[in-house]
T-cell receptor, first 115, second 112 residues
Framework: DQQVKQNSPSLSVQEGRISILNCDYT??????FLWYKKYPAEGPTFLIS?????DKNEDGRFTVFLNKSAKHLSLHIVPSQPGDSAVYFC??????????????FGKGTKLSVKP | DGGITQSPKYLFRKEGQNVTLSCEQN?????MYWYRQDPGQGLRLIYY???????QKGDIAEGYSVSREKKESFPLTVTSAQKNPTAFYLC???????????FGSGTQLSVL
């Protein structure tokens, strides 16, 4: 049973427009959420995170929104650039302040930003 | 530059053979992890270690073994008991705490 779901396997966006990547989770005990970006044949790189005590975190072009009542988070990229084309993984943690060995990852969404 | 080094980048395994994937980090992180990624799937945790000489099983530990004799090193052995070893293997490290994971560039393992 998937605890972290990214229901859109792929997303295509025009350069300069907004990209919105969605993530749903089932376990209300998750207390920390992260987004990672991954290029082919490379390891994921950390993008942005949010604690469950917040509903928004912003870092440059990237903003993550958390809706705890809906068990939903989203990553907004504005404006989208061709270099943003990658697979984006949503991850959730059950143990904020502890080991991240218990990070639960979604299956990823492949974002394509077209010039 | 600090980082995580995985080797080799590509590895082939014959039937009945054990193979070992290397992971070294110079970030002075306490915790290290091994994940497996299959096409179209998320990352699944194989093993993790929060301290030298100690490690715990993740969600899919069967058919794998690890050691943590040094803080910098966390090698993963894929044993012959792992019947479906073809996958992309990722090593990661972090400080114990709410810190982000740092990943290596991965090893693609294939079966001959």
């Amino acid at each position: 049973d998937q605890q972290v779901k990214q229901n859109s396997p792929s997303l295509s966006v025009q350069e300069g427009r907004i990209s919105i990547l969605n993530c749903d989770y089932t376990n209300s005990m998750f207390d920390y959420f992260l987004w990672y970006k991954k290029y082919p044949a490379e390891g994921p790189t950390f993008l942005i995170s949010i604690s469950s005590i917040k509903d928004k975190n912003e870092d440059g072009r990237f903003t993550v929104f958390l809706n705890k009542s809906a068990k939903h988070l989203s990553l907004h990229i504005v404006p989208s650039q061709p270099g943003d084309s990658a697979v984006y993984f949503c991850a959730a943690s059950l143990n904020y302040g502890g080991s991240q060995g218990n990070l639960i990852f979604g299956k990823g969404t492949k974002l394509s930003v077209k010039p | 530059d600090g980082g995580i080094t995985q080797s080799p980048k590509y590895l082939f395994r014959k039937e009945g053979q054990n193979v070992t994937l290397s992971c070294e980090q110079n970030l002075n992180h306490d915790a290290m992890y091994w994940y497996r990624q299959d096409p179209g799937q998320g990352l699944r945790l194989i093993y993790y270690s929060q301290i030298v000489n100690d490690f715990q099983k993740g969600d899919i530990a069967e058919g794998y073994s690890v050691s943590r004799e040094k803080k910098e090193s966390f090698p993963l052995t894929v044993t012959s008991a792992q019947k479906n070893p073809t996958a992309f293997y990722l090593c990661a490290s972090s400080q114990v705490g709410p810190e982000k994971l740092f990943f290596g560039s991965g090893t693609q393992l294939s079966v001959l």
